[in-house]
């Protein structure tokens, strides 16, 4: 029995510096994987780590935007993880693919290359649906990529801190409403946080939150102005649509 051919859809990021096939039924990468490549502090030569990655948005969008680093995207699914592959090819970026669980322990990460102590910086979209309060996907990846658990946050930022050298920086997207889920996981090992609340429209709620976290850091807590998808008329924000359109960063990207 042969495997059934995968629909695929060719879709432009960054105002079309990165153009990226990926599925066209499940999970799909959107503007949460652009915004999280916006806030993350990279330099030239930095080894930087997309946990979770899919087809490499996230992580592909930060080696577009800052040139010379060295890439490494973490994917479970081998399929979505061969188009990740793919993808960095067709947009003749260097990435290292790896089909690894996040969850795994030290020695899988380790023989996979990520030893401790080893990454400059680390991004993530983990899975941040509740399943108590969200319908679970028909859709196996699907589920898969958006539904968490009781554990997935700490096993996730428990991995990053493995592989992250002292100061180097965790850069995560998760649901403004867990973000007390967030500040306990990161409360062994990691400091200095910078937090940026999302709101799709000033009068409404964040619906999301980017958070910046040092390991090892030892600085106050920062909460930035809050960034608004949409004005107060419902229209694009311009600044935000520069972003999407890969024409500049967030502020939790700067040094």
Do not use: C
């Not at 102590?117 to 958006?146: C, I, Q």
């Not at 493995?162 to 850069?171: M, P």
């Not at 102005?225 to 972003?243: H, R, W, Y």
């Amino acid at each position: 029995m042969t495997d059934p051919v995968l629909e695929l859809t060719e879709d432009a990021f960054l105002g079309g510096q990165l153009r990226l096939m990926q599925l066209k039924s499940g999970h799909r990468a959107g503007h949460d994987a652009v915004l999280l490549a916006a806030a993350t502090p990279a330099r030239s030569g930095d080894r930087v780590v997309d946990l979770g990655a899919g087809v490499g948005a996230a992580g592909l969008a930060v080696a577009r935007r800052v040139t010379g680093i060295d890439l490494v995207l973490v994917e479970i699914d081998a399929a979505l993880a061969g188009l990740a592959r793919a993808n960095a090819d067709a947009n003749a970026i260097h990435a290292d693919v790896i089909v690894l669980d996040v969850e795994a322990d030290a020695s899988a990460f380790a023989a996979a290359g990520l030893a401790p102590d080893s990454v400059d910086a680390v991004l993530m979209n983990p899975p941040f649906n509740d399943p108590a309060r969200h319908r679970v996907s028909p859709d196996t990846a699907r589920g898969t990529a958006h539904m968490a658990t009781a554990t997935t946050l700490s096993k996730w930022v428990h991995a990053a801190r493995r592989i992250l050298k002292s100061r180097g920086a965790l850069t995560l997207v998760w649901r403004a409403d867990g973000i007390a889920a967030v500040l306990s996981a990161l409360d062994h090992g990691f400091g200095s946080l910078q937090v940026l609340p999302v709101h799709g429209e000033p009068r409404a709620p964040a619906n999301r939150i980017l958070v910046r976290a040092t390991k090892g850091g030892r600085t106050p807590t920062q909460i930035h102005p809050a960034l608004m998808l949409n004005d107060e008329q419902g229209a694009p924000n311009k600044g935000v649509q520069e972003i999407l359109a890969g024409k500049g960063s967030l502020p939790l990207a700067s040094p």
